[in-house]
């Protein structure tokens, strides 16, 4: 069964950056794509981004942009998420989320998710 | 793109149907319209792509629509385990993007 293994929660200070990794499990890795969506305390679900574990082609949120970054290491089927110069306002849940269907379906529909990672960012 | 869900508050009983409304500020690219379930403490759940698609799994009490830039959620009878809230997302354009949610409550 697929299932999407995430990293342990984080304690940053504002200024710092955070990276959080996924595993997949149960699907080849390369074949779909994965997105990282956040959701800060009591609020919704944001999306950040969206990396082809395939070739690495990404998508980002402008709101993001340059300060996340989106990677996989298809050795070790791997995605990681950067987010850097933090602030309180990014004290969040972060998950990662597969593509429904696999590449190069539509991508965007997400069909599987992680158990989230806890990023707390605190002076 | 921006998704408004109406209401933000959905109070009913079980066995009531629960209609969910998620209203876009453009047209979505070939219906790539999302419903997704959350519970408290868990990560989302996806049941409904392109706009009515029904994810495997998903009961068929569950059902999506969509006329013109308007797209609903149907659940036909509500069941305790429905209780939850629920979020649109559009993944036609980039950036894709979420409505701010419907809860549904026990009344």
Request: a positive charge; glycine letters at 10%.
């Amino acid at each position: 069964q697929v299932q999407l293994l995430q990293s342990g929660g984080e304690v940053k200070k504002p200024g710092a950056s955070v990276n959080v990794s996924c595993k997949p499990s149960g699907y080849t890795f390369t074949s779909y794509g994965i997105s990282w969506v956040r959701q800060a305390p009591g609020q919704g679900l944001e999306w950040m981004g969206w990396i082809s574990a395939y070739n690495g082609n990404t998508k980002n949120a402008q709101k993001f942009q340059g300060r996340v970054s989106m990677t996989t290491d298809t050795s070790t089927s791997t995605a990681y998420m950067e987010l850097r110069r933090l602030t309180s306002d990014d004290s969040a849940m972060y998950y990662c989320a597969r593509d429904l269907r696999a590449i190069p379906a539509a991508k965007g529909a997400f069909g599987y998710w992680g158990q989230g990672t806890l990023v707390t960012v605190s002076s | 793109i921006v998704l408004t869900q109406s209401p933000g508050t959905l109070s009913l009983s079980p066995g009531e149907r629960a209609t969910l409304s998620c209203r876009a500020s453009q047209s979505i690219s070939s219906s790539y319209l999302a419903w997704y379930q959350q519970k408290p403490g868990q990560a989302p759940r996806l049941l409904i792509y392109g706009a009515s698609y029904r994810v495997t799994g998903i009961p068929d009490r569950f059902s999506g629509s969509e006329s013109g830039t308007d797209f609903t959620l149907t659940i036909s009878r509500l069941e305790p385990e429905d209780f939850a809230v629920y979020y649109c997302q559009q993944y036609g354009s980039s950036p894709w993007t979420f409505g701010q949610g419907t809860k549904v409550e026990i009344k």
